[in-house]
């Protein structure tokens, strides 16, 4: 069992600049890879990006690709996403998913599981 408690979000203006957190706690970290997803108002859920258990190698949406970044720091058992020159259209509940499998693919059913999700507001 693996417990995720996202932070980080809030309200931005477009262009600007939010960093979110996701602590980890139970099951050994490094045995998962760790993956952000976000939900849109009316929306499906969807992959942003993801990174392999040692955080060598990761994975992202094209439309967030040379915006956002995502590290792990397994000393702290937290996974960050860096998110920059946000967009509108980058509004939504983002949550962090853990996979056990390892994998860093962009599929929903990798993830065993789930935050409760922090809100991203990105103003006009």
């Known amino acids: 069992q693996v417990q995720l408690v996202e932070s980080g979000g809030g309200l931005v203006q477009a262009g600007g600049s939010l960093r979110l957190s996701c602590a980890a706690s139970?099951?050994?970290?490094?045995?998962?890879?760790m993956g952000w997803f976000r939900q849109a108002p009316g929306k499906e859920r969807e992959f942003v990006a993801a990174?392999?258990?040692?955080?060598?190698?990761?994975n992202y949406v094209d439309s967030v690709k040379g915006r956002f970044t995502i590290s792990r720091d397994n000393a702290k058992n937290t996974v960050y996403l860096q998110m920059s020159s946000l967009k509108p259209e980058d509004t939504a509940v983002y949550y962090c998913?853990?996979?056990?499998?390892?994998?860093?693919?962009?599929?929903?059913?990798?993830?065993?599981?789930w935050g409760q999700g922090t809100q991203v507001t990105v103003s006009s």
């Open positions: 139970g099951r050994t970290f490094t045995s998962y890879s």
């Open positions: 998913a853990a996979a056990y499998s390892g994998s860093y693919r962009p599929l929903i059913r990798d993830y065993d599981y």
């Open positions: 990174v392999s258990r040692s955080g060598d190698s990761t």
